[in-house]
């Protein structure tokens, strides 16, 4: 049911070819984005996303976690987004436990592959940070 006439495909015809014709899109890698975006302050997201704004109501940590929690039920698919809110539930306290029985609790309702993977992701991030860490130990020791 190949309609020649048909707008929407006319439409995404016209917008595969805009993005072929872009040169940067060759050379993009979301890794690279990633790397790019950097983690928010704790007091920035405490102010945007906790109690700053919502005296009483939940904390940037907690409200992270649930992000976690909504990005493992939707079966992991997302990886930057995970890593990213991994670092980022680090960044407001979370601990690896937190994180860990974050994604745990899910595999009762998103399912075990699903846990798996997130897991793999937050065990990611989580050890970059870590590894950032001891970097910036072993510098100030040299100092």
Known sequence: MSDQNNPFEAMMKQAQEM?????????????????????????????????????GGLDARTRLLLTL?????????????????????????????HVTETIAQM?????LPAMTRATELANQ????KENDMKGDDMKGGEA
């Open 19 to 55: 993005a072929k014709a872009m040169p940067a899109m060759d050379a993009f890698s979301p890794k690279v984005f990633e790397a790019m975006m950097g983690t928010m302050p704790k007091d920035m997201m405490e102010m945007m996303f906790g109690n700053g704004l919502n005296a």
């Open 69 to 97: 929690a909504g990005l493992t039920m939707q079966g992991a698919q997302n990886d930057i987004a995970i890593r990213q809110t991994v670092r980022h539930a680090i960044e407001a306290g979370a601990t690896r436990q």
């Open 107 to 111: 595999s009762v309702f998103a399912g």
């Open 125 to 128: 991030a989580m050890d970059e």
